[in-house]
């Protein structure tokens, strides 16, 4: 009798490691297939200088498809404001482009960070343009530059900044 039990007990742990590795690979591939591009930039000793541009290239092979743009910051504890002004151009194949100025909120007016954290670095993605479409085919440039206000042009405490590109649903 209490081998029965045993066997019983191993086979319902087994279904349910089973069900969870299954439920783990589907999440984990239908992720995987909805990125199209995500890429992110270290920022040396989290020093953003104002003249320093980020860029981004994305390769776009079908302008009928649909995606959302979505910025990633990850800062740390040290960063000593609650928000993060940046400008963002996307400039086309044919070299068009538009710019557009953004504000991210990095912290609740108490202090609190938002986003996930581990040790002192803080992570946010935050949705830029969303259901959006890229009218050619080709190479997309994307430039980011921060635009906060600091006495010598240096912005402290951003360890890295990407980009990510996903197929809307």
Not at 24 to 38: G, R
Not at 39 to 55: A, K
Not at 89 to 113: F, M, N, Q, R, Y
Not at 132 to 149: A, H, L
Request: net charge positive; charged share 25%.
């Amino acid at each position: 009798m209490k081998v029965r039990k045993i066997i019983l007990k191993r086979n319902k742990n087994l279904r349910l490691a089973i069900c969870v590795l299954t439920l783990l690979t589907a999440s984990l591939a239908s992720c995987s297939k909805k990125t199209v591009f995500e890429d992110y930039r270290r920022l040396n000793h989290s020093e953003w200088h104002q003249d320093t541009l980020l860029v981004f290239e994305i390769n776009i092979p079908d302008p009928k498809k649909v995606y959302d743009l979505s910025l990633t910051v990850r800062n740390e504890g040290r960063y000593g404001y609650s928000n993060l002004w940046l400008f963002v151009a996307i400039t086309s194949p044919s070299g068009k482009a538009k710019t557009d100025t953004v504000e991210l909120t990095l912290a609740k007016p108490s202090g609190e960070w938002l986003g996930s954290g581990l040790g002192d670095l803080y992570d946010k993605k935050y949705p830029f343009k969303q259901t959006i479409f890229f009218p050619e085919t080709g190479k997309y440039t994307i430039s980011v530059r921060q635009g906060m206000r600091t006495q010598t042009g240096i912005l402290n405490g951003i360890h890295d900044f990407g980009i990510s590109l996903d197929k809307a649903l």
